[in-house]
């Protein structure tokens, strides 16, 4: 049986594990190769990236690029028929974005008997025990990454589930990067655009010489509101003099870096653009793409992304996801929402009626579940949290 101490890493290396993530994608490793730090951590002895298409709620098709485990002619196999016939995948489809233990949706008895296992899983040695991370889904597409155990393994423990949960906000924005670093193969080109389109945040992908290649629905409402941010040629654009020459910085960087002439992003890379209208910036994010990696989701691109986020349209989660996601109390919930609504410990003892020693008592406890150390990093992570 694994333990925490045997299988979770301390506290401390969670920043690192985020930080090996985003380098890997920056170095244009892909994400499937991304993750392979975080499912040693956790244990895996498979991982992958898939892709759903569904049709009437029901999956039709996948798209799926992994590390260890099932390959080849099974995988195609399961693409084209078995993931008709798979109860991790009906159940994924109904979940809200965040991490979920199979077990629970699927238990492991249920999946024994099922037809899929039977004819394809147990013959193959495909996972059995699986953490699976919604990371994208919308009335025709489910998007998300999973880790592995065998039959003969033991299944994951609560543990390494609370580790992957801390560090879902991570594997949603390097997916939302992955996604859209290239069109991929005509199939699931489609797939991948249909899933941009899906994002709430714009998206903007530069070939190498910085010229607008492609454009998200998020992105493209955003211009149209001629607020402060409109779409060029060369991709989003600002009437702002100083914003328009920190924007040009940004995409000269990453540009530079997915050359290879930078090794990381100067703190250039992200920035802010005012509105005509005094509202709250447009948050502006500009990454490298590079056309290496495992994940097979490339097509010899190369140039910069841009990540755009209104930033008056920016949710913040409510009690009821926190509790799910980190398995919080719901007086432990409640404190987490009004700190990533800006309140101060303080405010939300008196909002609650509770004393302050009590609301400590309470952070410690957040901060416990979510591996968070300092209040500020606790507040970082809610805000990168879907409302």
């Given amino acids: 049986m694994f333990s925490e101490i045997e299988t979770v890493p301390p506290r401390a290396d969670i920043p690192l594990l985020a930080l090996g993530l985003y380098e890997a994608l920056m170095d244009g490793q892909g994400l499937v190769s991304a993750l392979k730090g975080l499912a040693q951590a956790v244990g895996a002895s498979s991982h992958a990236m898939h892709l759903v298409r569904y049709r009437g709620g029901k999956p039709v098709e996948s798209v799926s690029a992994g590390h260890g485990g099932a390959a080849g002619a099974p995988m195609d196999d399961y693409a084209r028929y078995w993931v008709r016939h798979d109860p991790w995948v009906g159940a994924a489809a109904r979940q809200p974005p965040g991490v979920h233990d199979m077990a629970r949706l699927v238990p ?128 989003p ?7 328009r020459l920190a924007l040009r910085r940004a995409v000269t960087a990453a540009l530079a870096a997915a050359q290879g002439q930078l090794g990381l992003l100067p703190s250039a890379g992200s920035l802010s653009l005012p509105r005509r209208s005094g ?39 409510m009690p009821a996801l926190l509790s799910r996601l980190f398995g919080l109390t719901p007086a432990e919930a ?44 606790l507040v970082a992570l809610f805000a990168r949290l879907p409302g």
């Fill in 334 to 377: 409640s404190l987490a929402a009004s700190l990533a609504a800006g309140r101060s410990l303080d405010e939300h003892a008196k909002r609650r009626g509770v004393s302050r020693e009590t609301a400590r008592s309470q952070l410690a406890a957040v901060r416990r579940k979510t591996g968070c150390r300092r209040q500020t990093d």
């Fill in 237 to 243: 654009e600002t009437p702002d003099p100083a914003s």
């Fill in 108 to 235: 492991p008895e249920v999946l024994r008997r099922s037809r899929i296992w039977n004819e394809w899983g147990r013959p193959n040695e495909a996972a059995f025990h699986a953490v699976g991370a919604t990371l994208m889904r919308d009335p025709g597409h489910w998007g998300g990454v999973a880790f592995h155990r065998r039959e003969t393994e033991p299944p994951f423990s609560e543990a390494e589930t609370g580790l992957l949960r801390t560090l879902f906000p991570h594997l949603r924005r390097a997916f939302a990067a992955e996604a859209q670093l290239a069109p991929a193969r005509a199939a699931s080109g489609a797939m991948l655009r249909a899933g941009l389109d899906a994002l709430p945040d714009g998206v903007a992908l530069l070939d190498a010489e910085g010229r607008l290649v492609f454009a998200n629905a998020a992105l493209q409402e955003m211009a149209a509101q001629a607020d402060g941010l409109a779409l060029g040629a060369h991709g």
């Fill in 279 to 317: 509202g709250a910036p447009w948050m502006v994010r500009a990454l490298p793409v590079l056309p290496r990696g495992e994940a097979e989701l490339l097509d010899g691109h190369r140039g910069a992304m841009l990540l755009v986020t209104d930033g008056e349209k920016r949710s913040r989660p």
